[in-house]
């Protein structure tokens, strides 16, 4: 077994994270380890974690968050601590954005509010950086297991269809002050730009809160437990 604090060690580049809890990391098998209530693979390249369904419908800035974040405006939940999530992708291989002077100064608000149209005035949006990630979901029903592409889940108002297909990006949220701040904001995936969830959507749109709306054919019944994956994909060496 490993403890959280030989875990943390393998985070190379990555800024040092708070350890606040001793919980081992357990081997299930070959390359398959729990972490709690998180199991990753390091051969496949995959976190997975229990979450449930928050939303059935409307706008949404979020598509998942810790239970203390921002679950008024968010598809799913989890209970899950970001920690962990972070913890896990580090050992699977995930790097994040690179530290650097901007992103530590940068302030969480209004970072991920919407930047005016054509403003000549304001300084352009901090580009997030990372680790590009499939994210799908899974759950089981009468008729057997289900699953959906986290993309699939969300509509877009502006273009009139399902969110792009395509990775999202693993930025890792940040360390400021030694602390993590997905672990005090409760942000894991957003849908508009937030340097201070884990991880953001790339899409074209991500500055605006006004057009990801939830596609409540494409998910099951509010509250329903569902499987979380994120698949860390190949970096493009274009």
């Known amino acids: 077994m490993l403890s959280l604090l030989a875990f943390a060690a393998f985070q190379s580049q990555a800024e040092p994270l708070p350890v606040v809890t001793n919980q081992p990391l357990r081997e299930i098998s070959r390359d398959i380890y729990q972490l709690g209530a ?4 390091k051969s496949r390249r995959t976190v997975q974690f229990p979450a449930q369904v928050n939303m059935k419908a409307g706008v949404v800035e979020y598509f998942l968050v810790n239970t203390r974040g921002k679950s008024y405006e968010s598809l799913l939940r989890t209970d899950i601590e970001p920690y962990y999530i972070h913890l896990a992708m580090l050992l699977i291989g995930a790097k994040g954005t690179p530290a650097n002077q901007a992103l530590s100064n940068a302030p969480s608000q209004p970072f991920h509010v919407n930047r005016p149209h054509n ?10 950086q990372g680790d590009p990630v499939t994210i799908e979901l899974a ?3 009468p008729d057997g297991r289900k699953e959906a592409r986290a993309e699939d889940c969300i509509i ?18 940040r360390v400021v002050d030694g602390i993590f701040i997905a672990q005090r904001e409760g942000s894991v995936v957003a849908m508009i730009d937030d340097i201070d969830a884990m991880a953001n959507n790339p899409r074209p749109g991500s500055d605006d809160d006004q057009i990801w709306q939830i596609n409540s054919n ?15 994909e190949p970096t493009s060496n274009k």
Not at 119 to 128: H, Q
Not at 160 to 171: C, D, E, I, V
Not at 218 to 232: E, G, H, I, R, Y
């Open 38 to 41: 998180v199991r990753l693979d």
């Open 119 to 128: 403003a000549t005035n304001v300084p352009p949006p901090l580009v997030i």
């Open 139 to 141: 759950w089981e029903t």
């Open 156 to 173: 877009n108002l502006s273009a009139k269809t399902n969110a792009a297909p395509g990775p999202w990006t693993y930025n890792g949220s």
């Open 218 to 232: 494409a998910l099951p019944a509010l509250n329903t437990s569902v499987q979380v994956t994120f698949k860390l």
